[in-house]
């Protein structure tokens, strides 16, 4: 019998041992909070005294180098597309994609508009959606125990996904910014094919 | 043998202590705010996750530095009387200590330089300044220290404070001792004088380019960078300890002092943290060194 | 080997690469190595010997007198050493400027005529050796034209006002003691009054402080150490001033007895406790000064300045601890400060003569090998351990708290402190941070200025961690000068108050540095990014725009400039426009007209016939 999903398993001393790697990345999700939209108004009690979020080792943090949880808070518009894919790009590996609210599920309530892009999983590959317009505070803990159990199950591999496919999503991201400044990630068809190997394996 | 046992219970030691202060840190301040906190074994879970991740180097320099400014950390809790133990006590003491303690922030600073970022260059520049301002009334407050007890050995001060009491209630050195309350949280980079990583406005400063090990270095030397402060304070002022045991209740006991400090303050700006650091301080480290001075010629 | 035929050889030596110069480049630079190599050779076979050689006794009846001796051994080294070493870097560095038998010529003088200095047994071939000194000096640092043509007259000046005060000394001790010689004087100095002796030693230290640029005498140092060529600036700033130090140890330990000159005088006013001061003030003002410095060669030579604050201390303070201190700060200094000289000079050669650290950057990546040499200077700058201005220092601190100067010791460590900042502002300012994109192409420095560099970064290291060598021949010198030498080993010194030992340090530093470094490598291979892969809020990074470099301590050089303006400097600038205003008045009486001369005559006349038959004074 396998244990209910989303139940908190910090302090099992077995599978700390079993699995330090993965047990480290659910129990400190390192947070980018990219404050998009109005989404950010429901974080800022989320991480202090009404619902403390760093009981479940989830704080913000400043830079993508430190952080592995991305969470994107509100409508994407193309200027900060640029942005959003910039900082995901720069976050070590592995790292969840966590998008917050209707607008970047589909576009939301500016699912007509002609400067926000209605899919971000057409850019960078996305982990878990919170939805809703506003979703609460304690949604964000609910898709907390949901990406502790996709990172047990070994499911969270949005990572992954976008080394496989980094030249489609990088097609996609050129499509609607033009051409980007900075030069593409992943160059090399061997990584390609390691990341491949990895996904399948 | 018995030197290479002492040398890895100690560094391992103050390495456990250091984390496991981090994680009361964190717990002591949720509590004043009125919150549950992360658990106690918050800071190993993050090594441990960091230690999982890829990082990003920016050259050689910015992994040499990191393991630069861990080494100097080490080495320095080898100098510092742990209890009865002192792996290193024979070369050099109280100065050489103070040289040690140099290399740690100057390892992190040349790996932040290297990477690049105004950020971390703001963040160097910032805690430079701040070494200035505190190192004014440290270098007083242990001049006196060494005037007084005629000596440059910390352990030597140390037995002579177990034969004779705290030397902060010493009456010629009281006054150095207040002062050395006034600028420990400088020292130790806790609030109010967090200004060096300041995350909301320069992105943590010299960590802004740090991801995976290098955090996880990091957050080590912050450790060792802790237990330092303390127990260099509970060393000179505190009268040491005549075993471990005794030794880490003081160093807890002068923890929480600070902690309460920290949970509750705000962030000074840079030259605000100066002018105060030179100020009050400085002025009574001047006038301990002064009466030390006085009544031991 | 003689002393004699050493000096010849020396100065036919200079002489004969001046002329070779003229037939073919590359002969001289050949020459003017082997010349310092045959000078540190047989500098070096001289080690341990203690002798005297009369030179040459005819003229004026003044013997002059050539002496060899521990502590004239150890100076005598450093200058061939680190002579040796600017020879070598300027081979490239002095061809794009022109004039390179004059340079090269200038510098053999130079270095020859300081190890003349610090050869000589009496005051008459010291003062000789000085003159040449100042003038080849002062040669050099205008050598650049311009700009330097200002230093070096700022220089000539001081030089020779510092000259001037020591021939008074000189003639005055002659008429005293009947001899120039060192030992003739200091045996017949026994008797003479406090007074005196304070008298000899002021007219002595202001020709020795402003050679070694003690703080009120040390304004023509920054813009002459700036304007120089980089090689030179090196051998100015490494051993140059330290000429200055050698006269002041030769003064009070080897002429007047250390017991005495602790002695002299009142017990709060005397000499001693008027150089401790300025000495205490050299390392304050100059420290702080360098904070503001923009220039990596003004930086470098405020730093000197205040490092020979130091020296000054170490050596004013008079015990044997802090004479072996000052003294081994002296060679710890001459050799980390002439490395740094080479690093900036190097950089300056790649740059096409750029100094302006806010316009520099990044340039580890095309210059490793000058970073890692630029590193380990300033390491030995600010005294980290391994490195080896640690000791020198520790020395001095110690000496100082064991023997009750709280405040002198404050003052030492509190400029450490500052050190540390101008160090790092210069190191991160050309090295690290962005890399202009004007730099791409950028070349390394090249094999002729990376071989000098290595080899005195790997000096520093190894004196750093074997600080038991140079102390050694300290030992020997202090017992020359009849002082009990202190209790070392090769890895440190014991006192009976706390002792230091390199061994346990750098084993520890070591060994720990390794077994992380292991553990580093353990975790997961992180990948290389481009200083263009750089956090900037997500925005891509802004080329060129993207580095804090200027202004880099501003909220603490705000504060704190107020309180710094160049008193000194002021001073003498007041002074000489003091002087030129009394010139120009005298001009107008001096016309240059005979007529107006005679007229002088003639309304001088008068007003002594009028004194004379008004009051009958004769």
Redesign the interface.
């Given at each position: 019998m396998t244990k209910k999903s989303g139940k908190m398993d910090r302090n099992n001393i077995g599978k700390w041992f079993k699995s330090p790697g993965n047990m480290g990345q659910k129990y400190s999700l390192h947070a980018l909070y990219f404050c998009t939209g109005c989404g950010i108004i429901e974080i800022p009690p989320t991480i202090t005294t009404r619902w403390d979020a760093e009981r479940f080792g989830v704080i913000p943090v400043a830079t993508p180098r430190q952080a592995n949880l991305f969470l994107i808070t509100g409508y994407v518009s193309v200027k900060t597309l640029r942005y959003i894919i910039r900082s995901y790009e720069q976050m070590p590996e592995p790292k969840y994609t966590v998008g917050f609210g209707s607008c970047p599920i589909n576009g939301g309530m500016y699912w007509d508009s002609y400067n926000t892009i209605k899919h971000l999983d057409k850019y960078i590959p996305v982990d878990g959606w919170i939805a809703g317009c506003m979703p609460r505070p304690e949604a964000v803990f609910v898709a907390v125990t949901h990406l502790w159990t996709l990172i047990d199950k070994g499911m969270a591999t949005g990572y992954l996904k976008y080394r496989e496919h980094y030249a489609k999503y990088r097609r996609n991201q050129e499509k609607i910014l033009g051409e980007l400044e900075w030069p593409p990630l992943f160059s090399k068809e061997e990584e390609n094919e390691k990341s491949r190997e990895k996904v399948a394996g | 043998m018995v030197l290479v046992l002492q040398i890895l219970f100690v560094s391992i030691l103050a390495c456990l202590v250091g984390l496991f202060l981090i994680g009361l840190s964190r717990k002591v301040t949720a509590r004043i705010h009125w919150r549950y906190g992360p658990p106690l074994s918050q800071p190993f879970i993050d090594i441990v996750k960091w230690f999982s991740q890829t990082a990003v180097s920016h050259g050689k320099l910015f992994d040499a530095g990191m393991i630069f400014s861990l080494t100097g950390s080490v080495v320095v809790v080898l100098f510092l009387p742990f209890g009865g133990i002192c792996p290193l006590s024979g070369s050099g003491g109280l100065l050489v200590i103070l040289y040690l303690m140099l290399i740690a922030p100057l390892g992190i600073a040349l790996s932040a330089g290297e990477s690049a970022n105004p950020h971390a260059s703001i963040g160097v520049s910032r805690k430079m300044q701040l070494a200035f301002g505190y190192e004014l009334s440290l270098l007083m407050i242990l001049l006196s220290l060494m005037t007084y007890y005629r000596t440059v050995s910390i352990v030597d001060i140390v037995e002579t404070q177990i034969q004779a009491g705290w030397s902060l209630v010493q009456l010629p050195l009281v006054v150095s001792g207040l002062a050395y309350l006034l600028i420990m949280p400088a020292i130790m980079g806790i609030r109010p004088f967090e200004m060096i990583q300041a995350p909301q406005e320069i992105s943590s400063g010299p960590m802004a380019e740090y991801g995976g090990k290098f955090l996880a270095f990091a957050t080590l030397q912050h450790a060792f960078n802790i237990y330092i402060g303390l127990s260099l304070f509970v060393n000179l002022f505190m009268g040491g300890g005549s075993n471990a045991g005794y030794f880490l209740i003081k160093l807890l006991l002068a923890f929480m002092v600070f902690q309460v400090v920290h949970a509750v303050w705000p962030r000074f700006r840079i030259e605000q943290a100066v002018r105060y650091l030179w100020r009050w301080p400085a002025l009574l480290a001047f006038i301990g060194l002064i009466i030390v001075w006085v009544t031991t010629s | 080997m003689k002393l004699e035929i050493l000096l010849a050889v020396f100065f036919g030596g200079s002489l004969l690469t001046y002329l070779l110069g003229k037939i073919s480049k590359r002969a001289r630079d050949i020459l003017a190595v082997l010349v310092l190599l045959f000078a540190t050779a047989g500098i070096t076979s001289l080690y341990g010997k203690s002798s005297t050689a009369t030179l040459y006794t005819g003229f004026l009846d003044f013997p002059m007198v050539l002496s060899i001796h521990p502590f004239a051994w150890i100076f005598a080294l450093t200058i061939a050493v680190v002579g040796l070493c600017a020879v070598i870097f300027s081979w490239l560095y002095i061809r794009k400027k022109g004039r390179t038998d004059f340079f090269y010529f200038m510098m053999l003088l130079v270095i020859f005529s300081m190890i003349g200095i610090v050869l000589s047994g009496d005051f008459l071939s010291f003062y000789i050796f000085w003159e040449m000194m100042s003038w080849s000096t002062f040669l050099l640092i205008s050598y650049n034209r311009g700009k330097a043509i200002a230093a070096g007259m700022k220089y000539i000046v001081m030089s020779v006002a510092g000259s001037l005060a020591m021939l008074v000394g000189m003639i005055s001790l002659y008429t005293q003691t009947g001899t120039l010689v060192f030992e003739g004087i200091s045996g017949s100095l026994n008797s003479a009054s406090s007074g005196y002796l304070q008298f000899i030693l002021i007219l002595f230290f202001v020709a020795f402080g402003i050679k070694n640029a003690i703080w009120p005498l040390h304004v023509w140092l920054p813009p002459a150490h700036s304007e120089a060529p980089s090689p030179f600036s090196a051998v100015l700033s490494g051993v140059l001033i330290k000429i200055g130090t050698f006269g002041f140890i030769l003064l009070i330990y080897g002429i007047i007895q250390v017991q005495v000159f602790v002695n002299l005088g009142h017990a709060l006013f005397n000499v001693r406790n008027l150089l401790l001061l300025l000495g205490a003030v050299t390392i304050l003002i100059p420290t702080f000064i360098a904070l503001f410095q923009d220039d990596a060669k003004r930086l470098l030579a405020w730093s000197t300045v205040a490092q020979a604050g130091y020296i000054i201390l170490g050596i004013a303070y008079g015990t044997s601890e802090s004479l072996s201190g000052g003294t081994l700060h002296f060679f710890n200094h001459a050799l980390f400060k002439s490395l740094l000289f080479m690093v900036v000079g190097a950089v300056e050669f790649r740059t096409n003569g750029v100094r302006d650290l806010n316009s520099l950057g990044?340039l580890?990546?095309k210059m490793?090998v000058t970073?890692v040499a630029g590193?380990i200077g300033v390491c030995g700058l600010?005294?980290?351990?391994l490195t080896n201005g640690?000791v020198s220092k520790?020395l001095i601190?110690?000496t100082l708290?064991?023997n009750?100067s709280?405040?002198l010791?404050?003052v030492a460590?509190?400029g450490t402190?500052?050190t540390?900042?101008y160090s790092?502002k210069l190191?991160?300012h050309i090295?690290?941070?962005?890399?202009p994109r004007k730099y791409e192409k950028l070349q390394a420095a090249p094999v002729s200025m990376k071989v000098p560099m290595i080899f005195l970064s790997l000096t520093v290291f190894v004196f750093g961690v074997l600080p038991g060598l140079p102390l050694h021949v300290i030992n020997l010198s202090e017992l020359g000068f009849g002082m009990e030498p202190l209790a070392i080993n090769m890895w440190?010194v014991v006192t009976g108050?706390?002792?230091?030992?390199?061994?346990?340090?750098a084993t520890?530093?070591i060994l720990?540095?390794i077994v992380?470094?292991l553990f580093?490598r353990m975790?997961?291979?992180?990948?290389?990014?481009d200083?263009?892969?750089?956090?900037a809020?997500?925005?891509?990074v802004p080329a060129d725009r993207?580095?804090?470099?200027v202004k880099?301590?501003d909220?603490?050089t705000?504060?704190i400039a107020p309180y710094l303006k160049d008193i000194a400097d002021n001073f003498y600038s007041a002074l000489a426009r003091g002087i030129r205003n009394a010139g120009n008045g005298i001009r107008r009486i001096y016309t240059g007209d005979v007529g107006n001369y005679a007229l002088y005559i003639i309304l001088f006349l008068a007003i002594l016939i009028f004194i004379q038959l008004y009051w009958k004074v004769w």
């Amino acid at each position: 019998m396998t244990k209910k999903s989303g139940k908190m398993d910090r302090n099992n001393i077995g599978k700390w041992f079993k699995s330090p790697g993965n047990m480290g990345q659910k129990y400190s999700l390192h947070a980018l909070y990219f404050c998009t939209g109005c989404g950010i108004i429901e974080i800022p009690p989320t991480i202090t005294t009404r619902w403390d979020a760093e009981r479940f080792g989830v704080i913000p943090v400043a830079t993508p180098r430190q952080a592995n949880l991305f969470l994107i808070t509100g409508y994407v518009s193309v200027k900060t597309l640029r942005y959003i894919i910039r900082s995901y790009e720069q976050m070590p590996e592995p790292k969840y994609t966590v998008g917050f609210g209707s607008c970047p599920i589909n576009g939301g309530m500016y699912w007509d508009s002609y400067n926000t892009i209605k899919h971000l999983d057409k850019y960078i590959p996305v982990d878990g959606w919170i939805a809703g317009c506003m979703p609460r505070p304690e949604a964000v803990f609910v898709a907390v125990t949901h990406l502790w159990t996709l990172i047990d199950k070994g499911m969270a591999t949005g990572y992954l996904k976008y080394r496989e496919h980094y030249a489609k999503y990088r097609r996609n991201q050129e499509k609607i910014l033009g051409e980007l400044e900075w030069p593409p990630l992943f160059s090399k068809e061997e990584e390609n094919e390691k990341s491949r190997e990895k996904v399948a394996g | 043998m018995v030197l290479v046992l002492q040398i890895l219970f100690v560094s391992i030691l103050a390495c456990l202590v250091g984390l496991f202060l981090i994680g009361l840190s964190r717990k002591v301040t949720a509590r004043i705010h009125w919150r549950y906190g992360p658990p106690l074994s918050q800071p190993f879970i993050d090594i441990v996750k960091w230690f999982s991740q890829t990082a990003v180097s920016h050259g050689k320099l910015f992994d040499a530095g990191m393991i630069f400014s861990l080494t100097g950390s080490v080495v320095v809790v080898l100098f510092l009387p742990f209890g009865g133990i002192c792996p290193l006590s024979g070369s050099g003491g109280l100065l050489v200590i103070l040289y040690l303690m140099l290399i740690a922030p100057l390892g992190i600073a040349l790996s932040a330089g290297e990477s690049a970022n105004p950020h971390a260059s703001i963040g160097v520049s910032r805690k430079m300044q701040l070494a200035f301002g505190y190192e004014l009334s440290l270098l007083m407050i242990l001049l006196s220290l060494m005037t007084y007890y005629r000596t440059v050995s910390i352990v030597d001060i140390v037995e002579t404070q177990i034969q004779a009491g705290w030397s902060l209630v010493q009456l010629p050195l009281v006054v150095s001792g207040l002062a050395y309350l006034l600028i420990m949280p400088a020292i130790m980079g806790i609030r109010p004088f967090e200004m060096i990583q300041a995350p909301q406005e320069i992105s943590s400063g010299p960590m802004a380019e740090y991801g995976g090990k290098f955090l996880a270095f990091a957050t080590l030397q912050h450790a060792f960078n802790i237990y330092i402060g303390l127990s260099l304070f509970v060393n000179l002022f505190m009268g040491g300890g005549s075993n471990a045991g005794y030794f880490l209740i003081k160093l807890l006991l002068a923890f929480m002092v600070f902690q309460v400090v920290h949970a509750v303050w705000p962030r000074f700006r840079i030259e605000q943290a100066v002018r105060y650091l030179w100020r009050w301080p400085a002025l009574l480290a001047f006038i301990g060194l002064i009466i030390v001075w006085v009544t031991t010629s | 080997m003689k002393l004699e035929i050493l000096l010849a050889v020396f100065f036919g030596g200079s002489l004969l690469t001046y002329l070779l110069g003229k037939i073919s480049k590359r002969a001289r630079d050949i020459l003017a190595v082997l010349v310092l190599l045959f000078a540190t050779a047989g500098i070096t076979s001289l080690y341990g010997k203690s002798s005297t050689a009369t030179l040459y006794t005819g003229f004026l009846d003044f013997p002059m007198v050539l002496s060899i001796h521990p502590f004239a051994w150890i100076f005598a080294l450093t200058i061939a050493v680190v002579g040796l070493c600017a020879v070598i870097f300027s081979w490239l560095y002095i061809r794009k400027k022109g004039r390179t038998d004059f340079f090269y010529f200038m510098m053999l003088l130079v270095i020859f005529s300081m190890i003349g200095i610090v050869l000589s047994g009496d005051f008459l071939s010291f003062y000789i050796f000085w003159e040449m000194m100042s003038w080849s000096t002062f040669l050099l640092i205008s050598y650049n034209r311009g700009k330097a043509i200002a230093a070096g007259m700022k220089y000539i000046v001081m030089s020779v006002a510092g000259s001037l005060a020591m021939l008074v000394g000189m003639i005055s001790l002659y008429t005293q003691t009947g001899t120039l010689v060192f030992e003739g004087i200091s045996g017949s100095l026994n008797s003479a009054s406090s007074g005196y002796l304070q008298f000899i030693l002021i007219l002595f230290f202001v020709a020795f402080g402003i050679k070694n640029a003690i703080w009120p005498l040390h304004v023509w140092l920054p813009p002459a150490h700036s304007e120089a060529p980089s090689p030179f600036s090196a051998v100015l700033s490494g051993v140059l001033i330290k000429i200055g130090t050698f006269g002041f140890i030769l003064l009070i330990y080897g002429i007047i007895q250390v017991q005495v000159f602790v002695n002299l005088g009142h017990a709060l006013f005397n000499v001693r406790n008027l150089l401790l001061l300025l000495g205490a003030v050299t390392i304050l003002i100059p420290t702080f000064i360098a904070l503001f410095q923009d220039d990596a060669k003004r930086l470098l030579a405020w730093s000197t300045v205040a490092q020979a604050g130091y020296i000054i201390l170490g050596i004013a303070y008079g015990t044997s601890e802090s004479l072996s201190g000052g003294t081994l700060h002296f060679f710890n200094h001459a050799l980390f400060k002439s490395l740094l000289f080479m690093v900036v000079g190097a950089v300056e050669f790649r740059t096409n003569g750029v100094r302006d650290l806010n316009s520099l950057g990044g340039l580890i990546k095309k210059m490793p090998v000058t970073f890692v040499a630029g590193l380990i200077g300033v390491c030995g700058l600010i005294g980290v351990p391994l490195t080896n201005g640690f000791v020198s220092k520790w020395l001095i601190y110690h000496t100082l708290i064991v023997n009750h100067s709280p405040f002198l010791a404050f003052v030492a460590l509190l400029g450490t402190w500052g050190t540390i900042l101008y160090s790092y502002k210069l190191i991160h300012h050309i090295f690290l941070g962005q890399l202009p994109r004007k730099y791409e192409k950028l070349q390394a420095a090249p094999v002729s200025m990376k071989v000098p560099m290595i080899f005195l970064s790997l000096t520093v290291f190894v004196f750093g961690v074997l600080p038991g060598l140079p102390l050694h021949v300290i030992n020997l010198s202090e017992l020359g000068f009849g002082m009990e030498p202190l209790a070392i080993n090769m890895w440190g010194v014991v006192t009976g108050s706390g002792s230091i030992q390199m061994l346990n340090i750098a084993t520890a530093l070591i060994l720990g540095g390794i077994v992380l470094w292991l553990f580093f490598r353990m975790g997961p291979k992180n990948t290389r990014a481009d200083q263009m892969d750089n956090y900037a809020a997500g925005a891509p990074v802004p080329a060129d725009r993207y580095q804090y470099s200027v202004k880099f301590y501003d909220p603490l050089t705000r504060m704190i400039a107020p309180y710094l303006k160049d008193i000194a400097d002021n001073f003498y600038s007041a002074l000489a426009r003091g002087i030129r205003n009394a010139g120009n008045g005298i001009r107008r009486i001096y016309t240059g007209d005979v007529g107006n001369y005679a007229l002088y005559i003639i309304l001088f006349l008068a007003i002594l016939i009028f004194i004379q038959l008004y009051w009958k004074v004769w």
